[in-house]
């Protein structure tokens, strides 16, 4: 396993690091001289500055709503009694990922659309003279990819819920405690490393997302995939587009590491 992930995974992704420390040349693209300007154009420029910024508020954005609403419907699967009533929703929860992304990206520019049901619903709940615009918004990029990332959210925190001892709860409610008290401080405690992994994996998939911001976007709505895209194949600038890269792999793994820190640390709170 060591093996496969070294040859198919780190060594290209090593290789194609390599090139955010290389200089970009019109002719070989990639140039051999060592440099570090690079990323010195990405830091110090307040356009990709904005676009990092962009980037993580969409994905903070789409993990909270991921775990707000995936919690309540991983607490009914385990409610369910019945294994084969518990199959059919686990399959329609796996759903969106069965989809192709491309597919149900353009079944959501659709309904995000301006006579879209979903605009048009808002409009008619928030009194709005025109239906509200989502197309090439960050709201809609929000919602779509919400809807795409959800089930691994639901996935994990459901997993957390199935391995708590149910007698745990019996025994606090025998001691008096009512269901808020059960839930608050025996079910949500122990819950909290699959919300914690629920939401990492959330997060990652949403910084690094790049299909939902290039159709539901319209290539307007500027995040970090999108810029390196564009690096890669309108402008060839592939150190550029490596440098976006790396940047982005490093944010994401700093953000990553203070929510699990985050995680940990209210887990240890909650059981004290």
Request: aromatic share 12%.
């Given at each position: 396993?060591?093996?496969?992930?070294?040859?198919?995974?780190?060594?290209?992704?090593?290789?194609?690091?390599?090139?955010?420390?290389?200089?970009?040349?019109?002719?070989?693209?990639?140039g051999?001289?060592?440099?570090?300007?690079?990323?010195?154009?990405?830091?110090?420029?307040?356009?990709?500055?904005?676009?990092?910024?962009?980037?993580?508020?969409?994905?903070?954005?789409?993990?909270?709503?991921?775990?707000?609403?995936?919690?309540?419907?991983?607490?009914?699967?385990?409610?369910?009694?019945?294994?084969?009533?518990?199959?059919?929703?686990?399959?329609?929860?796996?759903?969106p990922l069965?989809?192709?992304?491309?597919?149900?990206?353009?079944?959501?520019?659709?309904?995000?659309?301006s006579?879209?049901?979903?605009?048009n619903?808002?409009?008619?709940v928030?009194l709005?003279q025109?239906?509200?615009?989502?197309?090439?918004?960050?709201?809609?990029?929000?919602?779509?990819?919400?809807?795409?990332?959800?089930?691994?959210?639901?996935?994990?925190?459901?997993?957390?819920?199935?391995?708590?001892?149910?007698?745990?709860?019996r025994?606090?409610?025998?001691?008096?405690?009512?269901?808020?008290?059960?839930?608050?401080?025996?079910i949500?405690?122990?819950?909290?490393?699959?919300?914690?992994?629920?939401?990492?994996v959330?997060?990652?998939?949403?910084?690094?997302?790049?299909?939902?911001?290039?159709?539901?976007?319209?290539?307007?709505?500027?995040?970090?995939?999108?810029?390196?895209?564009?690096?890669?194949?309108?402008?060839?600038?592939?150190?550029?587009?490596?440098?976006?890269?790396?940047?982005?792999f490093?944010?994401t793994?700093?953000?990553?590491?203070?929510?699990?820190?985050?995680?940990?640390r209210?887990?240890?709170?909650?059981?004290?």
């Open positions: 396993m060591i093996l496969l992930l070294g040859l198919f995974f780190a060594v290209p992704l090593l290789m194609a690091f390599s090139f955010a420390f290389r200089p970009f040349d019109a002719k070989t693209l990639v051999e001289d060592l440099t570090l300007q690079n990323f010195g154009r990405f830091l110090f420029d307040g356009f990709y500055l904005t676009a990092f910024v962009r980037t993580t508020l969409i994905s903070l954005s789409v993990t909270i709503l991921s775990v707000v609403l995936g919690y309540p419907v991983a607490w009914h699967l385990r409610s369910v009694q019945s294994s084969r009533l518990r199959t059919w929703l686990v399959l329609v929860v796996l759903m069965m989809l192709s992304l491309v597919i149900a990206s353009f079944a959501w520019m659709i309904i995000l659309g006579n879209g049901v979903l605009a619903l808002i409009a008619s928030t709005l025109q239906p509200l615009r989502l197309l090439n918004t960050d709201l809609g990029i929000v919602i779509v990819t919400v809807y795409s990332f959800m089930s691994y959210s639901v996935l994990s925190i459901y997993a957390a819920l199935e391995n708590i001892d149910p007698s745990l709860a025994a606090a409610s025998i001691h008096g405690a009512n269901d808020r008290q059960v839930f608050l401080h025996v949500w405690p122990l819950s909290i490393p699959g919300v914690v992994s629920g939401a990492l959330v997060f990652a998939l949403s910084m690094a997302a790049f299909v939902v911001p290039y159709l539901i976007g319209g290539g307007r709505v500027k995040v970090i995939p999108l810029l390196i895209y564009n690096f890669t194949i309108q402008l060839f600038d592939w150190p550029g587009a490596a440098a976006l890269s790396l940047l982005l490093l944010l793994l700093v953000l990553t590491w203070l929510i699990a820190t985050l995680g940990s209210l887990a240890r709170w909650e059981a004290e």
